[in-house]
């Protein structure tokens, strides 16, 4: 099993920037795809910014331009670097992570626990 352990989350005003991190807990085999989705409360969870195959990445329209997903592999973990934040990016931001642990079994799906992101006006 995998474990993915995120952090940053806070409270800023909106204009400021927060830096997340999401941590594997241990080596993945194959990566199929890992990033950030959130939820806002009496909102659907949605994509924020994914690494998919490879290195191609996913965001979100509406945060195009102000955030930037990217990886560190030595270290397992993916960081979402979010500048000019809006009230609107308050959310419980989820990492999530689809990935085979060998190359013997089927590919699985992993959440963390979720960082509260809050940003005032």
């Known amino acids: 099993q995998v474990q993915l352990v995120e952090s940053g989350g806070g409270l800023v005003q909106a204009g400021e920037s927060l830096r997340l991190s999401c941590a594997a807990s241990?080596?993945?085999?194959?990566?199929?795809?890992m990033g950030w989705y959130r939820q806002a409360p009496g909102k659907q969870r949605e994509l924020v910014a994914m690494?998919?195959?490879?290195?191609?990445?996913d965001y979100a329209d509406s945060v195009k331009g102000r955030f930037t997903i990217s990886k560190d592999n030595a270290k397992n973990t993916v960081y979402l670097q979010m500048n000019s934040l809006k009230p609107e990016d308050t959310a419980v931001y989820y990492c999530?992570?689809?990935?085979?642990?060998?190359?013997?079994?089927?590919?699985?799906?992993?959440w963390g626990q979720g960082t509260q992101v809050t940003v005032s006006s």
């Open positions: 690494f998919t195959s490879g290195s191609s990445t």
């Open positions: 241990r080596t993945i085999f194959s990566l199929n795809a």
């Open positions: 999530y992570a689809n990935a085979k642990l060998n190359p013997f079994v089927r590919a699985s799906e992993w």
